[in-house]
């Protein structure tokens, strides 16, 4: 009859237990997929030297030399250097929350959703290759999923991802 058990490798297994039950591998693979998602948000597509369309309306048109009367809208207007710019590309964050459980890429840009939001975005933006943030979060699920996979995986194998 044995004298008990022995475990071999047990201070290894208690720490790679302490490390899953704290849920650190889980937020650390959020916070990676987080700016893997910022990653493919913030890229903007090349500047696109072709002229506005048409006017699609005319309270678009009187919009527009409105804007262009009061200085709201800089011809031509020079990405990242003209006034009004607010860097779109640049002005996207990565925040967490909820201890780490969640994680939100923003951006604060006052026309953000002129550019980038499926159900806002202007004609020009789409036809010039801006990506939405819908397209984005649908095009990306997968791979954020991997993401935190590996981290809890590499965490179960005892090894920093």
């Known amino acids: 009859m044995p004298d008990g058990i022995r475990i071999e490798g047990l201070p290894e297994l208690q720490k790679i237990m302490k490390e899953i039950g704290s849920l650190r591998p889980v937020i650390k693979g959020l916070g990676k997929a987080a700016v893997h998602v910022k990653g493919k948000i913030a890229d903007p597509p090349p500047v696109s030297r072709r002229p506005m369309a048409q006017f699609w309306t005319d309270k678009q048109r009187r919009g527009f030399f409105y804007h262009l009367n009061v200085g709201n809208i800089e011809v031509p207007y020079i990405r990242r250097m003209s006034k009004r710019s607010e860097d779109l590309g640049h002005s996207w964050t990565v925040k967490s929350g909820k201890g780490g459980l969640e994680w939100k890429v923003g951006n604060d840009t006052s026309y953000g959703p002129l ?10 933006h789409r036809d010039t290759g801006w990506i939405t943030t819908q397209k984005v979060a649908e ?7 991997e993401i935190v996979k590996k981290q809890v995986d590499a965490a179960l194998e005892g090894r920093n991802a």
Do not use: G
Not at 116 to 122: E, K, L, N, S
Not at 139 to 145: K, M, N, Q, R, V
């Open 115 to 124: 550019v980038q939001d499926r159900d806002r975005q202007a004609r020009y």
């Open 139 to 145: 095009d990306e699920a997968d791979t954020a999923s």
